[in-house]
């Protein structure tokens, strides 16, 4: 069984640029939930998706939002990268109702320059 | 607020010791702690804890959680250098499901 994918694996932008992540769960998953992970802050929930709703939402500004389609695949978009938003960005799915033993994907490294 | 805490934040012990890691925590409407150990990118899950007071186990990793006290350690006997790696306590809550990760502790085995 195929884990979670994520792609890129790597991206480099600059600031003011806009970001595109995406995130495969495992087949039968249907909940998507992303993190943000840096040195300092450690891993930060971002938000989660169900069901193509977003089911709950971290403490991030509004320039970051996801979606999840019928397929369970999930983007999530950075817009106006701040530098500060350089870091690695997890996505994690679970089955429905089992939301704790969550599978994270390998992550996409974003560097903001 | 709720948090999470985690202590200590690195650790550098020689192959063969043994090491405790803490996690405390405060939140609303607790339902689970659960323990990950990410080696290079993505986390891998290790014990949900539930209940107080019962040890789940799984080889030389043993893990407990306190819920009078708020607080679970990890146990890891006899360490080896594969055991080098950060580990993050995490908390899921009732209220919309929510799950709130500690900042991890960075684990390094000497050889």
């Known amino acids: 069984k195929a884990g979670v994918t994520q792609t890129p694996r790597y991206l480099i932008k600059t600031r003011g640029q806009q970001v595109t992540l995406s995130c495969s769960p495992i087949?039968?998953?249907?909940?998507v939930s992303w993190y943000q992970q840096t040195p300092g802050q450690g891993l930060q929930f971002l938000f989660e998706?169900?069901?193509?709703?977003?089911?709950n939402k971290g403490n991030f500004p509004g320039r970051f939002s996801g979606r999840q389609f019928s397929n369970s695949r999930s983007e999530m978009n950075v817009s106006t990268l701040e530098l500060g938003d350089s870091a690695l960005y997890l996505c994690?799915?679970?089955?429905?109702?089992?939301?704790?033993?969550?599978?994270f994907g390998p992550g996409t490294r974003l560097l903001v320059l | 607020e709720d948090k999470v805490v985690q202590s200590p934040l690195s650790l550098v012990v020689h192959e063969g010791d043994t090491v405790t890691l803490n996690c405390s925590y405060e939140?609303?409407?607790?339902?689970?702690l659960l323990w990950y150990k990410q080696e290079k990118k993505a986390p891998t899950f290790l014990f949900m804890l539930?209940?107080?007071?019962i040890e789940k186990k799984s080889g030389r990793l043993s893990s407990i959680l306190d819920k009078k006290e708020l607080f679970s350690i990890l146990n890891i006997t006899a360490t080896q250098t594969g055991d080098s790696a950060v580990y993050l306590c995490?908390?899921?809550?009732?209220?919309?499901?929510?799950?709130?990760f500690g900042k991890g502790t960075r684990l390094h085995i000497l050889p």
């Open positions: 994690a799915s679970s089955f429905p109702g089992m939301e704790e033993t969550q599978y």
């Open positions: 087949s039968g998953h249907r909940s």
């Open positions: 998706y169900f069901s193509e709703t977003q089911r």
């Open positions: 939140v609303t409407n607790f339902r689970s």
């Open positions: 539930t209940s107080s007071g």
């Open positions: 995490a908390v899921a809550m009732n209220r919309d499901d929510k799950i709130i």
